[in-house]
């Protein structure tokens, strides 16, 4: 089988097909292959059950530690305990609806494969889809480096635990359990050394399959669906451009009209089924990012003041996160809603005023509808985009200074 080119939608969507694929969904963008089962969305419940329970043994450490005057291990905690809901939530939600993710792949490709860009918009179009695809590696780099600093800010306790079990004798094989990669407390003890890295084992493999999977996979699938579907939009308006230029006769201008108007209402309807996707996401995130980004300010405050640098670092890392997936997140809806309002414009430039009284008022008609933006929604409560960045921030610090003048 050749490899994919640049002109082939295969070659822009293969890094998300893989990251799927690690997580179980095996997607084709071929409406002939079989669909998914429960099967391929088992291992995904079960890291959502993990996180669950992981987020119970957090609860149970913050019961313990409240009432402790020192609040700034809290909110370390209630930051991890947050970010842990976040990543549970894009997990489960992305496996719920990743039949109709499958949907919308095959009709991008339906769409790709239908409405080429012509030879003088082909650099402008390819350009485009690379530099989203570069983005979703760049995005997939930072949160793998951040991944790897955390378990690099564990390695001084494994090195205290080998020191203990080193001088096993003298301290009367005794070891301290007590550093993890997560902060939470089991309800039960740990006896032993295996035990111990069995335990820690599991934490780092959920860290790394909802960290680095469920965070991307869905993440980076929303940038490039969002991005094949304006492109097709910048498609549509270089050919209403090229149809209704000057030179062009008016001899099929109603027929051209109409298959654009049924262009236009496919391309809303695509951008419809993403919105069904990925609202679930996009309500979960935007409401805990909030209390994410508070809590973390919180917390880089706290240690800071107890110059625990390695801490501070950490909880910068958990912020910077949080706040990348809101920007990533925000500016492609923000992309979107540009590209369908655009067309209204380029609508309004093809000599509408020139044709006859009929063509005119269907072109009229068009315009109006294009005048109304789609938005990507979070389950319609409110559309995502620039503002609504602006908005959870001023919201994260609303908290933060209510929480200071509070304590």
């Not at 007590?178 to 599991?202: A, C, G, N, W």
């Not at 995130?285 to 003041?305: F, N, W």
Request: with cysteine; glycine share 4%; net charge neutral.
């Amino acid at each position: 089988m050749s490899q994919p080119t640049e002109d082939d939608l295969e070659y822009y969507f293969a890094f998300n097909l893989k990251l799927l694929a690690l997580v179980g969904f095996k997607c084709s963008m071929d409406k002939k292959e079989k669909g998914l089962g429960f099967v391929n969305k088992l291992p995904s419940y079960i890291m959502c059950i993990q996180g669950t329970i992981l987020s119970l043994f957090e609860v149970y450490l913050l019961r313990d530690i409240y009432k402790d005057e020192d609040k700034t291990i809290v909110m370390q905690v209630l930051s991890q305990g947050v970010e842990n809901t976040l990543n549970v939530c894009k997990g489960f939600f992305l496996a719920y609806s990743i039949e109709r993710m499958e949907n919308v792949l095959q009709e991008i490709k339906f769409l790709w494969n239908t409405y080429r860009p012509s030879p003088d918009n082909r650099k402008i179009i390819l350009a485009e889809a690379q530099q989203t695809y570069s983005y979703c590696k760049i995005y997939f780099c930072v949160l793998a480096s951040c991944c790897t600093s955390y378990f690099l800010c564990y390695l001084p306790a494994l090195f205290k635990l080998a020191q203990q079990y080193r001088d096993r004798e003298a301290n009367n094989y005794t070891y301290d359990f007590s550093q993890r990669l997560l902060l939470l407390k089991y309800p039960f003890d740990i006896p032993s050394i295996p035990i111990y890295f069995l335990v820690e084992l599991q934490e780092g493999f959920y860290l790394f399959y909802a960290a680095a999977l469920f965070f991307v996979s869905g993440d980076t699938l929303f940038a490039q669906t969002v991005t094949h579907i304006c492109l097709q939009f910048k498609i549509l308006k270089f050919d209403i451009d090229a149809m209704f230029n000057p030179e062009n006769t008016g001899e099929k201008d109603h027929l051209n009209l109409v298959t654009f108007i049924k262009r236009h209402r496919d391309l809303l309807r695509v951008c419809a089924l993403i919105e069904e996707v990925f609202s679930p996401i996009i309500l979960s995130m935007m409401l805990l990012s909030s209390i994410a980004l508070c809590v973390d300010l919180v917390g880089i405050r706290g240690t800071m003041e107890k110059n625990n640098y390695e801490e501070t670092a950490v909880v910068i890392t958990l912020m910077m996160l949080t706040l990348l997936q809101i920007l990533f997140y925000c500016t492609f809806a923000e992309k979107i809603t540009e590209e369908t309002r655009s067309l209204a414009d380029t609508m309004y430039g093809c000599n509408w005023t020139m044709k006859n009284n009929k063509l005119g008022l269907y072109i009229h008609l068009m315009i109006l509808r294009a005048q109304k933006p789609f938005q990507c929604t979070a389950y319609g409560f409110f559309p995502i985009g620039h503002s609504q960045l602006t908005t959870i921030i001023n919201t994260a610090f609303s908290y933060y200074m209510m929480l200071q003048t509070t304590s």
